[in-house]
């Protein structure tokens, strides 16, 4: 096979929340690109069918390694690095994926530890795991990281705080990465997979119509009931975030179902603005001429 059909044969790859829904796709599709693969989740027995799956599938040159670990506790991420750096010389990418939908209701309802752990599990894993692998990234002067963002990043989602409070963050702290690593040549982005029917989406149907709101449990049941988006084209793009094809596209929040992402390669002067990020609308930019 060519590299086009394998753009990440011989790299090395962490995923995490691997076992299941967006990420065993994600795992799935840098395995099918040729990586070798740390998984990482919460159940094992998921993680070890996972990696079965994948080995009957690949050529003797891949490996796929799982570790069991919970990113809620604070002995996980020096876990998942240890064993990363015991497996290989060299990280080519990293992929936070691990998250929990948190408490659903209205912010003063919720349950103060379970709000503070989500932010945990959504936001301060995933930059603990940033922090851990960057130099090891930098050392080598190349790396990719993906950040997967989620529902409430761009936009307010009443209900779910937590969550989306927590997803914001990752965004804007990807933004800073970004910056802060650009030197080292290390691309830092995140992928908004849009709603797909995943244990989230059950989640807020078991929250019932009054804790998740309306509109949120209107579109979790039309989810489940099969219009939500596949979570192949959410892996697919990061398979691209995660090759060489997107060397210099850095610090953007990327849309896997409505952006052009195949193509944005050829528009990389384009993005060295602030396309594809987090900012404030002034009244100008809405037709407004009063401020």
């Known amino acids: 096979m060519t590299t086009i059909d394998r ?27 040729g990586a070798h693969l740390l998984l990482v989740a919460r159940t094992e027995s998921a993680l070890l069918q996972l990696k079965g799956k994948l080995e009957a599938e690949a050529g003797s040159e891949q490996r796929v390694e799982v570790l069991t670990a919970d990113l809620a506790s604070r002995d996980a991420v020096p876990a998942i690095v240890a064993r990363a750096r015991g497996l290989w010389d060299r990280l ?8 929990v939908p948190g408490p659903i209701g209205k912010v003063w309802e919720n349950d103060w530890e379970e709000w503070q752990a989500t932010l945990r599990v959504n936001l301060l894993a995933p930059v603990e795991l940033c922090r851990a692998c960057l130099p090891w990234m930098i050392a080598e002067r190349r790396g990719k990281i993906v950040n997967i963002s989620g529902g409430g990043a761009a936009g307010p989602r009443p ?17 800073i990465l970004a910056e802060e690593a650009r030197d080292a040549n290390v691309q830092v982005n995140c992928v908004a997979p849009g709603a797909m029917n995943t244990e989230m989406t059950r ?20 989810q489940v009931g099969g219009s939500g988006t596949k979570p192949e084209r959410a892996a697919e793009l990061c398979v691209f975030l995660a090759s060489s094809a997107s060397d210099g596209i850095t610090g953007k929040l990327i ?11 050829e528009h990389r002067r384009d993005l060295a603005s602030d396309v594809y990020t987090l900012r404030r609308i002034l009244p100008g930019d809405r037709g407004m001429d009063w401020a």
């Open 7 to 33: 753009p990440l044969a011989g790299k090395n790859v962490i995923v995490t929340g691997a076992s299941r829904g967006l990420g065993a796709c994600i795992a799935r599709a840098m395995w099918h690109a």
């Open 92 to 99: 080519d990418a990293l992929v936070n994926n691990a998250a």
């Open 159 to 175: 209900h779910f705080s937590a969550y989306a409070v927590a997803k914001t963050g990752l965004v804007r702290f990807s933004e």
């Open 203 to 222: 989640a807020v149907l078991r929250a019932g119509l009054e804790r998740a709101g309306a509109a949120e449990y209107r579109r979790a049941a039309e």
């Open 255 to 265: 849309s896997a179902v409505w952006d052009p992402w195949e193509r944005l390669s």
